[in-house]
């Protein structure tokens, strides 16, 4: 009976297996021997807690990918970024013929080692843990696909390149710094692939052509301080909080556009009120009776083109300079945002190859994913540059949050799909 169930399994999926070339078929092999080596690396992985302020843990997250890489044939170094208050980038090449081919992840995740989530958690075909999809899933998929190309053989001649940067999820500054070897990398790749989490919608899997920006900006009001019974009137006018509250209730009316938002994540207003250099931490104080002299707060805007962002900002600043009376309002962006990956032709035409590796392999094919729904990712340095696949890691949801998961059945299908996709671009 299991001969014969063997039977069948063959024959449904020797269609689409027949369209890959053997080596392609030696790579989907050796991914499906390999699939529980990949989930003792994802645990192992999860289980170093790597929040992006814990240098040592980034580091050592760095070291278990070297281990990985170096016997594959990959030259690795770490790239130290102290002087962005960072621990460092991980950068490993490849030498080969053919076009360069570079791969992009992060060793760092948001839950720092004070975090009561701290521990890979299996059951079934779902593992929850810190940072297990953004992005140690991608990581391991990164290294799985590597893996079967080596077993196969197509990695001998591959020209790769991979950056797996430490501050993806709380970058250093000065950004031109902290991003400065991924974007020289950028620019001598002919294709970037990105492996942060798959993008999925009702059971279904998407690519990822486009992300939007990530710009933070801070406003500041004042307004004459004094007694409340004065307030809105000809000598005192309304102060900063009324004058807080015009602005961004008229970004609220006034700014939408499709792929445009405008989010404001601290806010605070009084006599005094202030904002830490971090601008996370506002504080203010002040009396029921005494109209606000002060008040702050930091947001940030994603837009889908450098065209979006320049007129956003401007419209921003048109309803800034609108002050009511005895009142005043100074609207600044930050200088170290995340630019917008936009979706190009280029990009376009990546999917449509990594669909016809879909196809080969029997997977539905993916359509664009909304870049709407998608959060600002280091692929963004370098789609400027060259065309840029985003979304190549693990499935999952509720990134950046307890409870954080992936589906572990979805690691060998992204490997697959990867290695295949590697090595095709690789050689034409």
Known sequence: MRYLLL???????SPALARLAPAERRIAETVDREAARTVALLERLVNRNSGTLNLEGVRAVGEMIRAELEPLGFTVRWVDM?????????????????????????LDTVFEPDSPFQIFTRNGGRATGPGIGDDKGGLVVIV??????????????ANITIVLTGDEERSGTPLAIARRDLIEAGRIADYALEFENLATDDGRDFGSV???????????????????????????????????????????????????????????????????????????????NIIAETAIARGDIRTLSPEQETRA???????????????????????????????TDGNRALLARL???????????????????????????????????AGLGAAGGGTHAEGEWVDLDSLPRQAKRAAVLITR???N
């Open 210 to 288: 486009a992300r939007r920006s990530s710009t933070n900006w801070t406003l500041t009001t004042r307004g004459r301080t004094g007694h409340s019974s004065g307030v809105c009137g000809a000598e005192l006018g309304c102060g900063a909080i009324y004058e807080l509250a015009r602005i961004l209730d008229a970004f609220r009316r006034e700014l939408p556009e499709p792929n445009l938002t405008y989010n404001v994540g601290v806010i605070a207003g009084g006599t005094p009120a202030t904002i830490d250099a971090d601008g996370f931490r506002a504080a203010a104080s002040g009396k029921t």
């Open 82 to 106: 102290a002087e962005t208050g960072r621990a460092g980038h991980l950068v490993a090449t490849h030498a080969g013929r053919g076009r360069n081919i570079l791969l992009i992840g992060h």
């Open 144 to 157: 799985a696909a590597l893996r079967a190309m080596h077993s196969a053989g197509t990695l001998r001649t």
């Open 425 to 427: 671009l690789t050689r």
């Open 313 to 343: 900002r401007a419209a921003m600043q048109a309803i800034v300079a609108q002050h009511l009376p005895r009142t005043g309002a100074e609207l600044v962006f930050g200088e170290d945002g995340y630019p917008p990956m936009a979706p």
């Open 355 to 389: 669909n016809r590796v879909n196809r080969d392999l029997g997977l539905a094919e993916m359509a664009e994913f909304d870049p709407a729904r998608r959060g600002a990712a280091d692929s963004s340095f370098v789609a400027g540059d060259v065309d840029t696949l």
């Open 7 to 13: 039977l069948a399994l063959l024959a449904l999926s």
